[in-house]
């Protein structure tokens, strides 16, 4: 499994070079006035980021399915994520503010920002408690 994951990040790290110099070449020779090489290089960010998140989800899965407990556990874990989005769905605002109406965001869009925002919150009291939680059985323990 070792020497598949090293060739493929070897392939990826070259189709992205030859990407990268491509663009380079682009904004070389064509000049600033050219938003040809700016184009392939967010392109490029963006194919990054979507391989990235791939891999990670595929090795992930791999080894997830490795450990039928450990699958069980994940798969609960999963759909208890899944509720808590759906409540910061639910309970995120609606209505456009004055800023989004200026900027020209959609209320789907909206509602979705607002629905991260408060699943990062309910994610930052749950670390905290969890902390809290461990450090009280810890000194219960002793």
């Given at each position: 499994m070792e020497k598949s994951i090293k060739r493929i990040t070897n392939i990826i790290l070259i189709v992205i070079a030859a990407v990268a110099i491509v663009a380079g070449f682009f904004v070389a020779?064509?000049?600033?006035?050219?938003?040809m090489g700016m184009d392939i290089s967010m392109y490029?960010?963006?194919a990054m980021v979507l391989?990235?998140?791939?891999?990670?989800?595929v090795?992930?899965?791999?080894?997830?399915?490795?450990?039928?407990?450990?699958?069980i556990s994940t798969l609960i874990m999963l759909a208890v994520v899944a509720v808590i989005v759906f409540v910061c769905y639910l309970i995120a605002p609606s209505e456009l503010s004055d800023?989004?109406?200026?900027?020209?965001?959609?209320?789907?869009?909206?509602?979705w920002v607002g629905a991260s925002?408060?699943?990062a919150y309910i994610t930052f009291a749950g670390v905290i408690v969890a902390?809290?939680?461990?450090?009280?059985?810890?000194?219960?323990k002793k």
């Open positions: 020779f064509k000049g600033e006035e050219s938003q490029l960010t963006y391989v990235a998140i791939v891999l990670i989800l090795f992930a899965f791999a080894q997830i399915a490795s450990n039928k407990k450990q699958l800023v989004a109406k200026r900027v020209g965001v959609s209320e789907n869009i909206y509602r925002i408060n699943f902390l809290l939680g461990s450090m009280i059985y810890m000194k219960i």
